[in-house]
Each structure stands twice: as structure tokens, then as C-alpha cells.
């Protein structure tokens, strides 16, 4: 079987615009991922246009380009929709929530250009990331034996925020008291959650690039103890909650490759890796890459919460016997993405943000509750907002990232029968392009960003309700104030967006992320809850492109 060397992508445009074939007795077969008309690309621009695809772009349409919030880029669509299609879809984005890459300057027109060329190629597929890999990575950087028995500290730990400092691959912990930071900590890049330990003392961080740090804030300065990495991409981190498994366990859910892992909670060991790929839970299809979006633990029982992208699976993972793993498959809606727990820590509810949904499941029955349309387009709650409406009882707020509307689900079965798992209201806010809304039990308010809205002044600002003034006409919209947190930052350059409201820890103050350019100024806006006034402006060299920020206390007692 004589095959011809595949093309080498560098021999110079016109090699590379020959047809790759070779010939096998009187059939003319292709050379696999090359097609006839493929367009010019040499390895250095191909390695370019993976790494800003991977950067930029794989969060919303998967690694594999099969679509999720984003649409799907398979070149059989991205060949049928062609190169100039595709060149100006990327430099001026669409109102579905595609950004505009180009005409924002966060691409240069030769990398527009290249990612049009790019797209019309095979996806390349990232290597797998099992067990040798995990373990090559990981590293136990203090030993248990050598870590404090006691706080060593005199930070007030449960008031205490972890800042996403995104861009610098950092985290910053600020006291949520006098404002100071504490620390300054190297962690992975692009940092996108962190979540606290059931007893308070470690704090879990993962970054975009699936790396995973574990620090003890019981050191005189908190510091890394543990690290590893758990594939290539991901998204989110979770320690066990559930009575008797206190700081036993944590868990992280990757993108890539599309699976989750189960880790050691004092040192990050790798336990067990389960992978995600299998069917569609309606179509009953195969999909190679359903990736891990959110994970909660249960409070209830000794479950993980782990929810499964494309395939819309909701999977309880009973942690209790790793060897023999009981996981309860709930069949939900595809696209899952984000979601909380309600007041009472029984119900889940998760985002199926590609189809305007929330699955709702009760995590003491392991069942599904309910299946809601929110009537508003992409539902993005993060963890959610709970609170007592004053006609409708106990209920779980969204707001959307593709419309201004809020929604709000009755989550009291026993209290509010009727109400139980409806949307009961539905109001707008300031603008499409909100990712973040916000609530505590102690606040009267509701709060709602709106960091992706096109407008600068709107997405530089948050609308705030008042609970109490909610009133029962579906027809009547509550009023709300808009805070100028933007220009309470007093930053002059550049166009912040403000994201994620997040309490301290007695629900007196409320702080935001003024989020800039990395070369740029940004800041954390502290507001008083109670007058809505400011209270201060927290800035510092440091603070590089603040994004989430959470409060100790609140995030390992699911309080929000
Ligand atoms: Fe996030 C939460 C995924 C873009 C800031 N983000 C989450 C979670 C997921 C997710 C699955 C839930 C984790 C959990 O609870 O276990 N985010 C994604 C994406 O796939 C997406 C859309 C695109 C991407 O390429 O990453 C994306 N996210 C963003 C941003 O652009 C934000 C604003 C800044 C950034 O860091 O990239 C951002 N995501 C956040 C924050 C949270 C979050 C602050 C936690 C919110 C909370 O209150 O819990």
C-alpha cells in the first residue's frame, strides 16, 4: 500500500491548495482531516488559530465545535456558510450574544482573518488526561503533618473574599472587614471559581487551564498546600458537605477532556476520574464531548451535584463508597450550565441556558421536580438569588444573559402549593447581557449586573429592587434604582463592565468587580445594603481584572 507523505502544511501556499490524495489500486482515497479545498494554512498559523479558538472561543462552542451557548462550528456549517460569512460574523459578533471580536479590537484583523481560514478546518483533537497525567501533575506542596494544628492566623476567616484577579492568574483575599489584602496568590490561568471546604479552612480555586490549588487559610499567610491539573479546560470545583464528610472530599469538572474527578480533600490526590461521553439523554445520541458545567454538593446526602453540558444529564454522585460509586442519572434538558440551591438547601436548580429552562431536582428524593421555562432568553443565574416574596412566598431569582428580564421561580411546595416550581413574576432589569444576581437573607435587595450588555454606561451599572415593594401584578413592573458603580470606581481609562454582586458576610455590605482591561485600572466597589450609598473603593495595583468574588462564610453554607 503505497500512501503518499501527507502535505506538509509549510511547503508554501500552492503545495499546500493541492489536493491531498493518493491513490489505491483504481480508488482515490483522501488522507483523513484533509480536504480537497481546504484553505491555506501553515502550522505556524494552524497552532495560532487552536490557541486563540481554545482561549476565546471553546468555552461557548465546545472543543470539538459541536455547539452549546454558542452555535455549532463544524466545517461541514462552517464550509456551507463560507469564509467571508465567517470573517464578518467574527469582527462584528450578533446580538445572540456572539462578541464582536473584531470591531471591540480584541482581535486584529489578521486574526480574524486566520480564524476565518481556521474554522473551515477539522477541529484538532486535545489529548486525552487520565490518571498518569493527573498524578504527573499533582504536588503536595506542605504535607498535612506539617500544617498547622490551629489558626495562625488573626484573619477573620468566614468574612474573608476570595477575588478572581482573572487575567493575572491569581487570586487576591481581601478582608471583608477593613478591606486589606491579605494575600496575593499565584494560581492557574484565567481563574474562574473558587469554593471553600466545609469546615472553612481550605479554599479550592480552578482556572481555565484546569489547574486546581488548594490553600490553608490557617497559615500565618494562606498559602498553596496542594495542586494539580485535571484535564486541559474547565470550569468548576466543589468539596464535600454532607455530615460526617466534612473536608473529606473534593471534586472539579473538566471541559477537557469531559469528565469529573473525585480528589483527596487534604492533599488533592486523585481518587477517580469519571468520564462524561455517552448519549443525549433524549435523543439517546452519542456525544463525544459533554462537558462538566456546575457541581454543588448536597447537603442532604453525600452527593456531588454534577451537571453534564451537552448530554443534559444531572448526575448524583454518592461519594460515600468510591469503589463501588452509586451515581443517580437524572434526565434534565441539554446545555445545563449554572445553578444554586434554595433557602432550604433541598432543591437544586440549574440553568439549561441554550434552552431557556431550569431543572429543578430535589436532592433528598435524587428525582426531577420540575422543568420550567423562565419566558426570557439564556437564563444565567450563577448560584441564584433566595428570598420571601411578599405575595408569593419563598421563591429563586434568574436574570438572563440574552434579555433583561428576571424571573422568579416559587421554590415552597408546602407553604405556596400553587406557586411551587412556576415562574410566579417576571420583570425587566437594566439590559440584556446580565451573568450575576444577587441577594442575602439579611438585605431587602435584590441586585442584578449586566457586565455583557454593548452599552458601556448599562454595563457599568446595577439595577437594585426592593424586596418589600414587590408588589403581585404580574402587569406591573417593580421600579428599580440603577447604581453608577462604574463611575463610583472613578476609572478614567478604559470600559469596565461591573460583575457579580457578592454580600460580605452578615449581608450589610454588598462588593462589586469593576472589571477592566489587564493593562488598565480596576477596582471593588463596596455599597452600604441598607442606604445604597457607597461605602468604599478598594484599589490596588494588584487588583488585575477582578472578576467573582466569594465571601467564605457564604459560599460554604450556600447562603446567596
Ligand atoms: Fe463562568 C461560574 C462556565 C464565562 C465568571 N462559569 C461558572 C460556572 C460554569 C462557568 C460552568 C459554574 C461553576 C460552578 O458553580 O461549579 N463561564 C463558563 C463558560 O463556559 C463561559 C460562558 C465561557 C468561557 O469561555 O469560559 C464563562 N464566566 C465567564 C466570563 O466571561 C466571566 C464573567 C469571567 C471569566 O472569568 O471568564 C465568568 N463564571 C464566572 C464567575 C462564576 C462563574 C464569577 C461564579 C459565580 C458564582 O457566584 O458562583
Redo the contacts with the bound molecule.
Keep these: 500500500l503505497a500512501q503518499d507523505k501527507p502535505k506538509d502544511h509549510t511547503d508554501g501556499p500552492a503545495a499546500a491548495y493541492e489536493p491531498s490524495m493518493t491513490t489505491l489500486g483504481q480508488i482515490q482515497v483522501e488522507i483523513p482531516g484533509r480536504k480537497a479545498d481546504d484553505p491555506v494554512m501553515t502550522q505556524e498559523e494552524f497552532q495560532r488559530g487552536t490557541q486563540i479558538y481554545f482561549e ?5 462552542h465546545g472543543v470539538l465545535r459541536k455547539g ?2 454558542g452555535k455549532p462550528l463544524t466545517p461541514d456549517i462552517t464550509r456551507e456558510n463560507g469564509y467571508d460569512y465567517l470573517q464578518s460574523f467574527i469582527t462584528y459578533g450578533s446580538p445572540a450574544g456572539m462578541p464582536n471580536w473584531g470591531t471591540s479590537g480584541e482581535l486584529s484583523e489578521a486574526d480574524v482573518d486566520l480564524m476565518a481560514r481556521y474554522l473551515l478546518l477539522e477541529p484538532p483533537a486535545p489529548p486525552e488526561f487520565g490518571m498518569p497525567e493527573m498524578r504527573a501533575s499533582w504536588k503536595v506542596l506542605v504535607e498535612p503533618s506539617a500544617r498547622p494544628t490551629e489558626k495562625m492566623n488573626d484573619i477573620d476567616i468566614d468574612n474573608l473574599m476570595s477575588v ?1 484577579l ?1 487575567d493575572a492568574g491569581q487570586i487576591a483575599l481581601i478582608d471583608g472587614g477593613t478591606y486589606e489584602i491579605k494575600a496575593v496568590i499565584d494560581t492557574g490561568y ?4 473558587s ?1 471553600i471546604s466545609a469546615s472553612g479552612r481550605y479554599l479550592f480555586v480552578i482556572g ?1 487551564d484546569a489547574k486546581v490549588v488548594m490553600i490553608d487559610l490557617w497559615m500565618e499567610t494562606p498559602a498553596p498546600v496542594a495542586e494539580i491539573r485535571i484535564g486541559s479546560e474547565a ?4 468539596t464535600s458537605k454532607f455530615e460526617g464528610f466534612e473536608d473529606k472530599y473534593a471534586i472539579a ?1 473538566a ?1 477537557w477532556p469531559p469528565q469529573y474527578v473525585i480528589m483527596d480533600g487534604d492533599t488533592l490526590e486523585p481518587l477517580k476520574i469519571v468520564s462524561t461521553r455517552g448519549n443525549i439523554y433524549d435523543e439517546q445520541i452519542y456525544h463525544p464531548e459533554p ?6 454538593a448536597s447537603h442532604f446526602k453525600p452527593e456531588f451535584i454534577v ?1 453534564v ?1 451537552e448530554t443534559g444529564k444531572i448526575l448524583m454522585v454518592d461519594y460515600s463508597d468510591l469503589k463501588n460509586l452509586k451515581t443517580t442519572e437524572i434526565e434534565a434538558e441539554r446545555f445545563l ?4 440551591l434554595d433557602s432550604t438547601h433541598r432543591y437544586f436548580m440549574v440553568a439549561a441556558n441554550a434552552r431557556g429552562k431550569i431543572a429543578v431536582v430535589d436532592t433528598k428524593e435524587g428525582k426531577l421536580t420540575a422543568l420550567v421555562e423562565t419566558g426570557g432568553a439564556t437564563p444565567h443565574p ?2 441564584g438569588a433566595n428570598f420571601t416574596h411578599p405575595v408569593y412566598g419563598p421563591v429563586w431569582a434568574t436574570s438572563h444573559l440574552g434579555d433583561e428580564s428576571v424571573a422568579l421561580l416559587g421554590t415552597d411546595p408546602e407553604g405556596h402549593a400553587d406557586q411551587a416550581w412556576k415562574i410566579v413574576d417576571s420583570f425587566y432589569a437594566l439590559g440584556g447581557g446580565s ?2 444576581i ?1 441577594t442575602h437573607p439579611n438585605s431587602q435587595h435584590l441586585y442584578v449586573d449586566a ?2 450588555n454593548p452599552d458601556a454606561e448599562i454595563s457599568a451599572s446595577v439595577a437594585v429592587f426592593d424586596i418589600a415593594a414587590m408588589g403581585g401584578d404580574p402587569n406591573v413592573d417593580p421600579e428599580f434604582t440603577t447604581l453608577p458603580i462604574g463611575e463610583w470606581a472613578g476609572i478614567a481609562d478604559g470600559q469596565p463592565r461591573v ?2 454582586p ?1 454580600f460580605n458576610k452578615d449581608g450589610s455590605e454588598i462588593w462589586f468587580s469593576v ?1 477592566n482591561g489587564k493593562e488598565k485600572e480596576s477596582a471593588i466597589v463596596v455599597v452600604d445594603d441598607k442606604t445604597l450609598e457607597l461605602k468604599t473603593v478598594i484599589k490596588d495595583p494588584r487588583l488585575v481584572t477582578p ?4 465571601n467564605v462564610y457564604n ?1 460554604r453554607n450556600d447562603v ?1
Excluded: M
Design positions: 476565546r472561543c471553546a468555552g461557548c452549546a451557548t478572581t482573572r484565567a481563574v474562574h471559581i469554593r481555565r470550569r468548576s470545583i466543589e469538572g471541559y462537558r462538566v458545567a456546575s457541581i454543588l451537571n453540558k450550565h449554572d445553578g444554586g450563577g448560584r451573568l450575576f444577587k457586565p455583557l460583575v457579580q457578592e472589571w472578576t467573582g468574588k466569594f459560599t446567596y
